[in-house]
């Protein structure tokens, strides 16, 4: 079984027609409570038919090779009324190379996701405007990070799956791999 493969499948869509938006939500810090100020980053890793790394994409790598995911920039504070952070991705303009990929949160400063207030995340049809999965990041208790999906190329486009929480021991290796930079183009993760 891939890292593609682990969760619950909750929609099917069409790769020709569709755009996606993972997009990272989170309240304002009060700085009087506490002297960091919590930091969410969105992540994306796309992955080819065999489980290996092709890409990471996230506030210090804004785009894939070809522009297909675009990550909006990095914010520090969560001071915006809805998204905070959002990565793009264009289905139909995907590299055949890529067969998936796993949208996540990471916190930065390392609070824990429990502790930051009004923390969320989502996976929406950008064009239709339909969330696909919506996750409240609070409920993820005492976790400095989430894999909140997963795309997979299947024959009739692209399956959509929540991740999930018992995997979240190897979201967070992987993510700590991906980090820094121990891991090349081409490290298999299935």
Request: charged share 20%; aromatic share 6%.
């Amino acid at each position: 079984m891939g890292f593609a493969d682990r969760g619950s499948v909750v929609a099917l869509i069409d790769g020709g027609s569709t755009d996606i938006v993972m997009g990272v939500h989170w309240d304002q810090a009060d700085t009087r409570l506490s002297a960091r100020i919590a930091n969410l980053d969105a992540v994306c890793l796309l992955f080819d038919a065999d489980g290996r790394l092709l890409e990471r994409i996230d506030p210090r790598q804004l785009r894939n090779a070809n522009g297909s995911v675009m990550h909006t920039g990095d914010s520090l504070t969560g001071a915006s009324v809805w998204d905070d952070e959002r990565i793009f991705v264009f289905l139909h303009a995907l590299p055949d190379t890529v067969h998936a990929l796993a949208f996540g949160v990471e916190s930065v400063a390392g609070h824990a996701l429990g502790d930051i207030a009004g923390a969320s995340c989502h996976l929406s049809d950008h064009r239709m405007e339909r969330e696909l999965i919506q996750v409240k990041l609070a409920e993820c208790g005492q976790v400095t990070n989430h894999c909140a999906a997963t795309l997979r190329r299947v024959a009739t486009g692209w399956e959509v799956r929540r991740y999930m929480a018992s995997n979240e021991r190897s979201w967070t290796s992987l993510l700590s791999i991906t980090r820094s930079g121990g891991v090349r183009a081409g490290s298999s993760f299935t």
